[in-house]
T-cell receptor, first 112, second 115 residues
Framework: RKEVEQDPGPFNVPEGATVAFNCTYS??????FFWYRQDCRKEPKLLMSVYSSGNEDGRFTAQLNRASQYISLLIRDSKLSDSATYLC?????????????FGGGTRLMVKP | EPEVTQTPSHQVTQMGQEVILRCVPISNHLYFYWYRQILGQKVEFLVSFYNNEISEKSEIFDDQFSVERPDGSNFTLKIRSTKLEDSAMYFC?????????????FGQGTRLTVV
């Protein structure tokens, strides 16, 4: 089983749509969770950290369900500029520093 | 805004040759990392580095790989004898502290092509 699993997509949505991505992780001892965004052939950039209580940043909402080992990202009112690959990332317990484990990413394409 | 810088942006090398990928982490960061991404695949951890020594490495980071912080600003990844399967984008990253919720900042990457 992959450590961090995501639906690769692509998700093709019109501008203004709401879209949700899901991610599962296999290591129940994982402690820190993130969504990163990666544009084509560019570096990953942190979109938001994910906390157990859920958190929101503008149009973006992240949720964590530790019991199900499941992370989600909701994007409301999609913009053309949201088109990218969204990476679910987990930092495992016991690692020295940020040894991030990446999912394969979910590709989002927002169309006019 | 401070950023991690990597050079070169693209390196082409012949199989069996040594390559050195260079990174300048953000100046007040203490933890440094190398990741790689083979085209079309996920980002994979290679190694983390703190206080002038490797703190963790993955199974990918075998004896062909080494890292060094030769001075106060640079952080390098050396591949001694490149193989075709080393072709990938290599990302350097740095973070301020060890806490697991600390953001890691990535450089723009070096695309390594082994021919």
């Amino acid at each position: 089983r992959k450590e961090v699993e995501q639906d690769p997509g692509p998700f093709n949505v019109p501008e203004g749509a709401t879209v949700a991505f899901n991610c599962t992780y296999s290591n129940s001892a994982s402690q820190s969770f993130f969504w990163y965004r990666q544009d084509c052939r560019k570096e990953p950039k942190l979109l938001m950290s994910v906390y157990s209580s859920g958190n929101e940043d503008g149009r973006f909402t992240a949720q964590l369900n530790r019991a199900s080992q499941y992370i989600s990202l909701l994007i409301r009112d999609s913009k053309l500029s949201d088109s990218a690959t969204y990476l679910c990332v987990v930092n495992r317990v016991g690692n020295a520093g940020n040894m991030l484990t990446f999912g394969g990413g979910t590709r989002l394409m927002v169309k006019p | 805004e401070p950023e991690v810088t990597q050079t070169p942006s693209h390196q082409v090398t012949q199989m069996g040759q040594e390559v050195i990928l260079r990174c300048v982490p953000i100046s007040n960061h203490l933890y440094f990392y190398w990741y790689r991404q083979i085209l079309g695949q996920k980002v994979e951890f290679l190694v983390s580095f703190y206080n002038n020594e490797i703190s963790e490495k993955s199974e990918i980071f075998d004896d062909q790989f080494s890292v060094e912080r030769p001075d106060g600003s640079n952080f390098t990844l050396k591949i001694r004898s490149t193989k075709l399967e080393d072709s990938a984008m290599y990302f350097c990253a740095s973070s301020r502290r060890e806490a697991m919720d600390t953001e890691a900042f990535f450089g723009q990457g070096t695309r390594l092509t082994v021919v």
